[in-house]
């Protein structure tokens, strides 16, 4: 492999329904620093059926490129297609670092690619950087091992590939006067072909608050110590209305449901205030909440590494120093007859 | 219907503690159990199993003790487990370990043609997910990650329908068999299974091959060297700065909070609904 | 109806195993049934596993048994509350393979390993698996119930080996309800320490070990015991006595441990320790007069289930390996004859009576009670001793005949002369 062949940043753009992800303005972002220190381009690559008029959105948020293949059978995503065009592309164009956002869809297209390309790919990173010096991509993620990240390098294989977490990296802002260059390619794919069907998309309207949307969390930890102990968080989340999550262990203890999980194997988080409560700040934790814009730490240990990304840190028992907030809050509120709420 | 699931053998994180101080992995308890995820990718091929008939193999890489794992299985009422082990497969990523099974599928399914493959949604000591839709390319047929249930099986059709967890909401798939599904911890309970089925478990001798036992093997795409990803360094993330340690007893400090939070005005405000 | 086995045993722990193992090199069919994660998972003891029970079944187990240290000295304190008078023996004979005498054990690897060569041998082991009843038909035990589903499953003997409480031998009618005198609460908890830390603190290299007794202040002066011994990297220290006198004194099990941790004399040696697990059991303590009926039709009892321990010695594990191991010979005699009746599976308890293990219980079947009733020996005695040691070994002019008999003097004073002779005669016969 000539590895010098391989030139740019490539994003994949995630659509769904004429709407692009968050999580792929979030990698316009990212690449675009990349393609800096490379000094090559960046292009977002869109697949979809009508997709076009979405082009001109990737370069407004940071994009040199456009490749585009818009066309009937990709109308919905599926392995199989999307796969093909995805590749069909890499093949062509030989890009040198390829991104994809850490979501369903993402990481199943991407972990396909990787194996047709035969190249290296580097699940939910959440720090990317490039060692100039031999021109390579560092794409790190935390470690199972500790409070540790580990940088995954690619080193003989192009391009090199990462999954990056939703919400970690920031977009840029939009500039309606960039301009680029759309590049529109074609596929050779017929209906008749797939072995998959999409019969029917269910969206999820249902969900009461959910945690990525919430402004406020209280996050509780395995030092609530039981069950009953953790109701106390729901009590501090009402008189202040905000949602409650909690740490693996405390939904592999099950106090909580699988999807109030926050962390690395759970949701990422970005509320105006984060309570950290009874839980130690492991790495795989904090990767999912320290871009939160205020965390608060409760936590007996001094030594706890939950301090170490806390904007506010409290030393103490989390049973003593809950029953004091909830009753200053309700005070507030019962005070001055309001309700609180989050700009 | 014949359906191969995928089984990994894993470090149980529930027992296994982090000591937050020195960074280290504590590893004197920390038993090896199947994979969650993977459980239930065995649930939910007897389950199928029960439903249209058939047999259920696992297969899985690792140690010579992960027939443990296989054994596991057979609990759980697999009917036939292979273990693939040896110096070869080791210090496989993701590609090369997908190689590997894919090798070791194709032989399983001289010995009996394969309908689907199951695998977890992802191991829960690395988090990837990048395994399964990996051996469905390497075997060309359909992936269909995130599965939350299998609702169809048309056996005269060679077809299922599934259905798929999305970022929000599920949709609804059809698939051609053969294919490979992922599937989520929601699509079944895992059951506590019947004396029989532990008693068959504890006889049961799993079938180990070697790289020798298997065909047509390319030994470049193997283990180490196999594997385009290498680690290249640990660090501990930067520290951010600014944080404030708020001081003094339990009152005080919850006081002072009150006080920093009634500041910062532009996040937090109180409204007069009265 | 599901498959029948020759044999099914009912938990694996030392007497479980042993007597699985036994049974399956003889080629019987033996399904070893736990209730834990894994033979071990929960099982506890102070931790010194004895060698020669144990070689009888497993010859030179040693060279490959999960042990922690063969023990090399074994030291016994008679502990006051700012003093100890200490008395013991240290071999380093003991610390050589064919020599060995004894070994500190994790049991939670030991137990995993020990039914693991019952595997080896033809049993089946299944874990997680609890047994909920016997079937009974005909005034026969014909096999066992478990908690899962189609849970029956049937042999020509069941082997109960479930411990302390054994629920099953209840069940049957074997034995009654204890009475707090019968048993012994004990805590521990294992204690990770550097190696080092530990050669260096109790004068050991690698590999050797010690074991300490400790009576008097540690359990405050009630009837019972306390240990601490070495493993590795970690040590086991604990604290039991009997639930009558924990009722009577009102004594909590974690604060006795918490005592002992804390005592001067103790705190030394544990310092900058992480606990590690915390543990509690019972250990059956009415020794010869508490021993139920052991065998009935197509059942036998064996360890801790017949409650067979030796507690003044702390022997426990070794008898209850030795009781599977004569049930397991009496099983494959009776598997030719072909007849599991109670006469014919009574062999069992003869052998029992015939070996140490009811000949030792015999010697101290009225230790415990004595010193049970006579609180002294624990509460006067040692104190006691600790001052005449303090008197004796203060070097201030005094001739060493006269502090003889000051010594002597004080003991009688402080209890009498004709008490004193009562109670040393009254030990002397309780463990003659
Ligand atoms: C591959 C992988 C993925 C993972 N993904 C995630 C993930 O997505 N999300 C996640 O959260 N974890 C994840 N983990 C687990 C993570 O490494 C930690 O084990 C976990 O976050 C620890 O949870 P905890 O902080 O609740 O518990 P602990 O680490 O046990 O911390 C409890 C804390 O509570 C404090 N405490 C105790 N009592 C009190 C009290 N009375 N008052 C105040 N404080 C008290 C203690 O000092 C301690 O700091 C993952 C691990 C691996 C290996
Ligand atoms: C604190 C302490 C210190 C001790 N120190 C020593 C010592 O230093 N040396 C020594 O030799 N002895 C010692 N002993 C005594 C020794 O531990 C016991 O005598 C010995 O473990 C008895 O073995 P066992 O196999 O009869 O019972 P156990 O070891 O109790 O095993 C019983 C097994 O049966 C299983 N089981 C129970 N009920 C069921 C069921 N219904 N279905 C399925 N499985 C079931 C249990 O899980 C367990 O694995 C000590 C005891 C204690 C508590
Ligand atoms: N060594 C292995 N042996 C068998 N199956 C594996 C192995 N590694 C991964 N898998 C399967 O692939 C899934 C995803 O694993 P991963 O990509 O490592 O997160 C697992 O849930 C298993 O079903």
Same mark, same amino acid.
């Given at each position: 492999?000539?590895?010098?062949?391989?030139?740019?940043?490539?994003?994949?753009?995630?659509?769904?329904?004429?709407?692009?992800?968050?999580?792929?303005?979030?990698?316009?972002?990212?690449?675009?620093?990349?393609?800096?220190?490379?000094?090559?381009?960046?292009?977002?690559?869109?697949?979809?059926?009508?997709?076009?008029?979405?082009?001109?959105?990737?370069?407004?948020?940071?994009?040199?490129?456009?490749?585009?293949?818009?066309?009937?059978?990709?109308?919905?995503?599926?392995?199989?297609?999307?796969?093909?065009?995805?590749?069909?592309?890499?093949?062509?164009?030989?890009?040198?670092?390829?991104?994809?956002?850490?979501?369903?869809?993402?990481?199943?297209?991407?972990?396909?690619?990787?194996?047709?390309?035969?190249?290296?790919?580097?699940?939910?990173?959440?720090?990317?950087?490039?060692?100039?010096?031999?021109?390579?991509?560092?794409?790190?993620?935390?470690?199972?091992?500790?409070?540790?990240?580990?940088?995954?390098?690619?080193?003989?294989?192009?391009?090199?590939?990462?999954?990056?977490?939703?919400?970690?990296?920031?977009?840029?802002?939009?500039?309606?006067?960039?301009?680029?260059?759309?590049?529109?390619?074609?596929?050779?794919?017929?209906?008749?072909?797939?072995?998959?069907?999409?019969?029917?998309?269910?969206?999820?309207?249902?969900?009461?608050?959910?945690?990525?949307?919430?402004?406020?969390?209280?996050?509780?930890?395995?030092?609530?110590?039981?069950?009953?102990?953790?109701?106390?968080?729901?009590?501090?989340?009402?008189?202040?209305?905000?949602?409650?999550?909690?740490?693996?262990?405390? $939904?592999?203890?099950?106090?909580?449901?699988?999807?109030?999980?926050?962390?690395?194997?759970?949701?990422?988080?970005?509320?105006?205030?984060?309570?950290?409560?009874?839980?130690?700040?492991?790495?795989?934790?904090?990767?999912?909440?320290?871009?939160?814009?205020?965390?608060?730490?409760?936590?007996?240990?001094?030594?706890?590494?939950?301090?170490?990304?806390?904007?506010?840190?409290? $030393?103490?028992?989390?049973?003593?120093?809950?029953?004091?907030?909830?009753?200053?809050?309700?005070?507030?509120?019962?005070?001055?007859?309001?309700?609180?709420?989050?700009? | 219907?014949?359906?191969?699931?995928?089984?990994?053998?894993?470090?149980?994180?529930?027992?296994?503690?982090?000591?937050?101080?020195?960074?280290?992995?504590?590893?004197?308890?920390?038993?090896?159990?199947?994979? %969650?995820?993977?459980?239930?990718?065995?649930?939910?091929?007897?389950?199928?199993?029960?439903?249209?008939?058939?047999?259920?193999?696992?297969?899985?890489?690792?140690?010579?003790?992960?027939?443990?794992?296989?054994?596991?299985?057979?609990?759980?009422?697999?009917?036939?487990?292979?273990?693939?082990?040896?110096?070869?497969?080791?210090?496989?990523?993701?590609?090369?370990?997908?190689?590997?099974?894919?090798?070791?599928?194709?032989?399983?399914?001289?010995?009996?043609?394969?309908?689907?493959?199951?695998?977890?949604?992802?191991?829960?000591?690395?988090?990837?997910?990048?395994?399964?839709?990996?051996?469905?390319?390497?075997?060309?047929?359909?992936?269909?990650?995130?599965?939350?249930?299998?609702?169809?099986?048309?056996?005269?059709?060679?077809?299922?329908?599934?259905?798929?967890?999305?970022?929000?909401?599920?949709?609804?798939?059809?698939?051609?068999?053969?294919? *490979?599904?992922?599937?989520?911890?929601?699509?079944?309970?895992?059951?506590?299974? %019947?004396? %029989?089925?532990?008693?068959?478990?504890?006889?049961?001798?799993?079938?180990?091959?070697?790289?020798?036992?298997?065909?047509?093997?390319?030994?470049?795409?193997?283990?180490?060297?196999?594997?385009?990803?290498?680690?290249?360094?640990?660090?501990?993330?930067?520290? %951010?700065?600014?944080?404030?340690?708020?001081?003094?007893?339990?009152?005080?400090?919850?006081?002072? *909070?009150?006080?920093?939070?009634?500041?910062?005005?532009?996040?937090?405000?109180?409204?007069?609904?009265? | 109806?599901?498959?029948?086995?020759?044999?099914?045993?009912?938990?694996?722990?030392?007497?479980?195993?042993?007597?699985?193992?036994?049974?399956?090199?003889?080629?019987?069919?033996?399904?070893?049934?736990?209730?834990?994660?894994?033979?071990?998972?929960?099982?506890?003891?102070?931790?010194?596993?004895?060698?020669?029970?144990?070689?009888?079944?497993?010859?030179?187990?040693?060279?490959?048994?999960?042990?922690?240290?063969?023990?090399?000295?074994?030291?016994?304190?008679?502990?006051?509350?700012?003093?100890?008078?200490?008395?013991?023996?240290?071999?380093?004979?003991?610390?050589?393979?064919?020599?060995?005498?004894?070994?500190?054990?994790?049991?939670?690897?030991?137990?995993?390993?020990?039914?693991?060569?019952?595997?080896?041998?033809?049993?089946?082991?299944?874990?997680?698996?609890?047994?909920?009843?016997?079937?009974?038909?005909?005034?026969?035990?014909?096999?066992?119930?478990?908690?899962?589903?189609?849970?029956?499953?049937?042999?020509?003997?069941?082997?109960?080996?479930?411990?302390?409480?054994?629920?099953?031998?209840?069940?049957?009618?074997?034995?009654?309800?204890?009475?707090?005198?019968?048993?012994?609460?004990?805590?521990?908890?294992?204690?990770?320490?550097?190696?080092?830390?530990?050669?260096?603190?109790?004068?050991?290299?690698?590999?050797?070990?010690?074991?300490?007794?400790?009576?008097?202040?540690?359990?405050?002066?009630?009837?019972?015991?306390?240990?601490?011994?070495?493993?590795?990297?970690?040590?086991?220290?604990?604290?039991?006595?009997?639930?009558?006198?924990?009722?009577?004194?009102?004594?909590?099990?974690?604060?006795?441990?918490?005592?002992?941790?804390?005592?001067?004399?103790?705190?030394?040696?544990?310092?900058?320790?992480?606990?590690?697990?915390?543990?509690?059991?019972?250990?059956?303590?009415?020794?010869?007069?508490?021993?139920?009926?052991?065998?009935?039709?197509?059942?036998?009892?064996?360890?801790?289930?017949?409650?067979?321990?030796?507690?003044?010695?702390?022997?426990?594990?070794?008898?209850?390996?030795?009781?599977?191991?004569?049930?397991?010979?009496?099983?494959?005699?009776?598997?030719?004859?072909?007849?599991?009746?109670?006469?014919?599976?009574?062999?069992?308890?003869?052998?029992?009576?015939?070996?140490?293990?009811?000949?030792?219980?015999?010697?101290?079947?009225?230790?415990?009670?004595?010193?049970?009733?006579?609180?002294?020996?624990?509460?006067?005695?040692?104190?006691?001793?600790?001052?005449?040691?303090?008197?004796?070994?203060?070097?201030?002019?005094?001739?060493?005949?006269?502090?003889?008999?000051?010594?002597?003097?004080?003991?009688?004073?402080?209890?009498?002369?004709?008490?004193?002779?009562?109670?040393?005669?009254?030990?002397?016969?309780?463990?003659?």
């Amino acid at each position: 492999m000539n590895l010098s062949e391989y030139q740019g940043v490539w994003v994949f753009i995630e659509q769904n329904e004429g709407e692009i992800e968050g999580v792929s303005l979030e990698l316009l972002g990212a690449g675009r620093t990349l393609a800096d220190k490379l000094e090559v381009p960046l292009a977002g690559v869109l697949l979809g059926d009508g997709v076009r008029s979405l082009a001109n959105q990737v370069v407004y948020y940071g994009a040199d490129e456009v490749y585009i293949i818009d066309h009937p059978v990709l109308k919905d995503y599926r392995t199989e297609s999307y796969m093909k065009g995805v590749i069909e592309l890499a093949e062509k164009y030989k890009p040198e670092i390829f991104l994809y956002g850490a979501t369903p869809n993402g990481k199943d297209l991407a972990s396909a690619v990787a194996t047709d390309l035969s190249t290296g790919l580097t699940a939910d990173t959440t720090m990317l950087d490039i060692d100039l010096e031999n021109r390579l991509f560092e794409a790190s993620r935390p470690a199972f091992g500790g409070n540790i990240m580990a940088t995954i390098l690619c080193k003989k294989h192009r391009p090199q590939m990462a999954t990056v977490r939703p919400k970690v990296m920031k977009a840029l802002e939009v500039d309606h006067t960039r301009i680029g260059k759309i590049i529109e390619e074609t596929i050779s794919l017929k209906e008749e072909d797939m072995r998959t069907k999409v019969i029917q998309i269910v969206k999820d309207v249902s969900k009461k608050a959910n945690l990525a949307d919430a402004h406020v969390i209280i996050c509780g930890g395995k030092g609530m110590g039981d069950l009953q102990n953790f109701q106390l968080l729901y009590s501090l989340a009402d008189s202040i209305g905000a949602s409650v999550g909690g740490t693996r262990d405390v $939904v592999e203890a099950g106090w909580l449901p699988h999807h109030l999980q926050i962390g690395q194997t759970g949701e990422t988080v970005t509320p105006k205030i984060y309570f950290a409560v009874g839980l130690s700040g492991a790495i795989q934790h904090t990767v999912g909440m320290k871009n939160s814009e205020i965390i608060i730490a409760i936590n007996k240990d001094p030594n706890a590494p939950i301090f170490d990304v806390a904007t506010y840190g409290i $030393v103490g028992d989390a049973m003593e120093i809950l029953p004091k907030l909830i009753e200053q809050f309700n005070e507030l509120k019962n005070h001055t007859g309001g309700e609180l709420s989050y700009v | 219907m014949h359906i191969v699931v995928c089984v990994k053998q894993v470090p149980d994180t529930k027992i296994i503690k982090i000591n937050p101080k020195t960074n280290t992995l504590d590893r004197r308890s920390a038993p090896a159990i199947l994979n %969650p995820y993977d459980a239930h990718a065995v649930q939910e091929a007897v389950r199928l199993k029960k439903l249209v008939g058939g047999t259920v193999s696992v297969v899985s890489m690792g140690p010579p003790q992960a027939t443990a794992i296989i054994k596991k299985s057979v609990e759980i009422g697999a009917d036939e487990g292979y273990l693939i082990s040896d110096r070869a497969f080791a210090g496989a990523d993701t590609l090369a370990t997908s190689y590997a099974l894919s090798k070791a599928l194709e032989r399983i399914a001289k010995i009996k043609p394969i309908d689907m493959v199951i695998c977890g949604k992802h191991a829960i000591d690395g988090d990837t997910g990048q395994v399964g839709p990996g051996i469905a390319r390497r075997l060309d047929i359909p992936p269909v990650t995130n599965v939350i249930e299998v609702t169809e099986v048309i056996e005269k059709d060679k077809k299922v329908v599934i259905k798929r967890k999305l970022t929000s909401g599920y949709e609804i798939i059809q698939a051609q068999l053969p294919c *490979l599904l992922t599937v989520e911890k929601e699509i079944n309970e895992v059951e506590y299974s %019947p004396l %029989p089925n532990m008693i068959r478990a504890a006889k049961y001798e799993s079938i180990i091959w070697t790289v020798a036992d298997l065909e047509n093997v390319d030994k470049v795409q193997l283990g180490l060297k196999g594997s385009p990803t290498i680690v290249g360094k640990m660090f501990s993330p930067p520290k %951010p700065e600014g944080g404030i340690r708020l001081e003094g007893t339990a009152n005080e400090q919850v006081n002072k *909070l009150m006080d920093l939070l009634m500041e910062k005005k532009e996040l937090f405000t109180l409204q007069t609904t009265k | 109806m599901s498959e029948k086995f020759d044999v099914i045993v009912v938990g694996a722990g030392p007497a479980g195993s042993a007597c699985a193992l036994t049974c399956a090199q003889s080629g019987l069919k033996v399904l070893l049934i736990e209730r834990g994660e894994y033979p071990g998972s929960k099982n506890v003891m102070g931790g010194v596993l004895y060698r020669k029970q144990m070689e009888e079944l497993i010859p030179e187990f040693w060279k490959e048994a999960p042990l922690e240290r063969p023990v090399i000295e074994q030291r016994f304190w008679m502990m006051d509350k700012e003093s100890v008078v200490s008395f013991g023996y240290k071999g380093l004979e003991w610390a050589e393979e064919n020599n060995y005498n004894n070994f500190t054990v994790l049991r939670a690897q030991f137990d995993q390993w020990f039914a693991s060569k019952a595997v080896q041998a033809g049993a089946l082991l299944i874990n997680e698996t609890v047994v909920l009843e016997c079937i009974v038909e005909n005034g026969k035990v014909v096999g066992v119930r478990t908690d899962r589903p189609d849970g029956d499953i049937y042999a020509d003997v069941v082997v109960l080996a479930d411990g302390v409480n054994s629920l099953l031998g209840k069940q049957l009618g074997f034995h009654k309800e204890f009475r707090p005198d019968e048993v012994a609460l004990t805590v521990m908890e294992v204690i990770n320490l550097p190696k080092e830390k530990i050669n260096d603190r109790f004068n050991l290299s690698d590999n050797q070990g010690c074991t300490i007794e400790i009576f008097g202040d540690s359990t405050k002066g009630n009837l019972g015991t306390a240990f601490l011994y070495t493993n590795k990297d970690s040590l086991n220290i604990g604290v039991g006595t009997t639930l009558s006198s924990m009722i009577k004194a009102k004594l909590k099990p974690y604060d006795l441990l918490d005592y002992l941790k804390n005592h001067p004399m103790v705190k030394p040696l544990i310092e900058g320790g992480e606990s590690a697990e915390y543990l509690a059991h019972l250990i059956p303590e009415g020794g010869y007069r508490s021993v139920p009926k052991v065998a009935g039709n197509g059942v036998v009892l064996i360890g801790d289930a017949a409650q067979l321990v030796n507690a003044i010695h702390r022997e426990g594990s070794n008898m209850a390996m030795s009781s599977g191991k004569m049930a397991a010979e009496t099983i494959i005699e009776a598997k030719h004859r072909n007849d599991f009746s109670e006469s014919s599976l009574n062999l069992y308890r003869e052998k029992l009576y015939d070996s140490f293990i009811m000949k030792d219980l015999e010697k101290y079947k009225d230790a415990a009670h004595t010193f049970e009733k006579y609180p002294q020996y624990f509460n006067e005695y040692v104190p006691m001793m600790n001052k005449a040691m303090s008197k004796f070994f203060t070097v201030d002019g005094t001739p060493k005949r006269d502090k003889q008999k000051e010594i002597m003097k004080s003991i009688t004073k402080e209890r009498g002369v004709i008490n004193v002779a009562k109670d040393m005669y009254r030990a002397w016969k309780a463990v003659k």
